[in-house]
C-alpha cells in the first residue's frame, strides 16, 4: 500500500494563514488553519494507507492524533520541501497540504491508485495544486517548479507529461488563503470542524 504525505504548519498565531487578516485575528487565523488541519488529518486518518506521515514546519501540539507519524520539514523554498517529503518515502505516495478541509477519504484513495496512472494532479483554482501522487517518487518532478504563482500548477503538470509519465486529474478544489475562500470552502463542506468555526467566528465578527 501507498504512503499519505501531508505537508503542513504548526497553527501558531501569527504564523500561519496571515492572509485571512484582518478580517479575523491572528489567533482566529491560527484557529481556522488548525481546524483545516484536524479535518484533513481526519480524511487521512480515514483512508487506507502503510504509512501517514505529518510533514510538519514547528512543534507538534495535543491535536496531534495517533496513527500520524511527524517528520520535521527540511528548509529551503516550497519546491525544495515538497521533494524532500517524497524522499521520505520507498513506494507510492500522495502528498497534500492542510489547506483543504473539504477532502474526503474517496478523493485521498482515487489518488492513491496507481493502477493505471503513474500521477496524479489535483489542482487548485488559485492556479497552484492541492494533491501530488507519484508511483514512484522522484524529487526531480519537483525541484525547480516555482511555487505560489498563478501558473505553478500548469508548470508543475507539464513536468510530470514531459517526464513520460501518465497523468490522471483529481477534481479542483479550492485552498483557504484568504477570508473569501474560507467562506466558500464552510460552505462546501458544512460538517467539517473548519465550517463549524467559521460560522462562529463569523457570527462573532459580524
Do not use: N, Y
Request: with cysteine; hydrophobic share 50%; proline share 9%.
Amino acid at each position: 500500500m501507498s504512503t499519505l504525505l501531508v505537508i503542513a504548519k504548526a497553527p501558531v498565531a501569527g504564523r500561519v494563514k496571515t492572509r485571512l487578516t484582518p478580517v479575523f485575528t491572528p489567533q482566529q487565523a491560527a484557529d481556522l488553519a488548525l481546524a483545516s488541519l484536524q479535518d484533513t488529518l481526519a480524511a487521512v486518518l480515514a483512508t487506507p494507507a502503510r504509512r501517514r506521515v505529518l510533514v510538519l514546519d514547528g512543534e507538534p501540539g495535543p491535536w496531534l492524533p495517533e496513527g500520524i507519524e511527524v517528520v520535521p520539514q527540511c528548509t529551503g523554498g516550497l519546491d525544495a520541501r515538497l521533494a524532500a517529503a517524497f524522499a521520505l518515502t520507498d513506494g507510492p505516495a500522495l502528498l497534500i497540504g492542510m489547506d483543504t478541509p473539504q477532502v474526503t477519504p474517496g478523493l485521498l484513495a482515487s489518488g492513491l491508485d496507481f493502477r493505471e496512472a503513474d500521477a496524479w494532479f489535483g489542482p487548485a483554482d488559485d492556479g497552484g495544486f492541492w494533491a501530488l501522487g507519484l508511483a514512484a517518487p522522484d524529487p526531480d518532478l519537483l525541484l525547480g517548479v516555482p511555487m505560489s504563482v498563478v501558473h505553478t500548477g500548469e508548470v508543475q503538470r507539464r513536468r510530470l507529461s514531459d517526464a513520460g509519465l501518465a497523468v490522471r486529474d483529481l477534481p479542483e478544489l479550492c485552498d483557504v488563503d484568504t477570508p473569501a475562500d474560507a467562506k466558500r470552502v464552510a460552505a462546501a463542506a458544512p460538517r467539517t470542524r473548519f465550517a463549524a468555526l467559521h460560522s462562529g467566528l463569523c457570527a462573532v465578527t459580524r
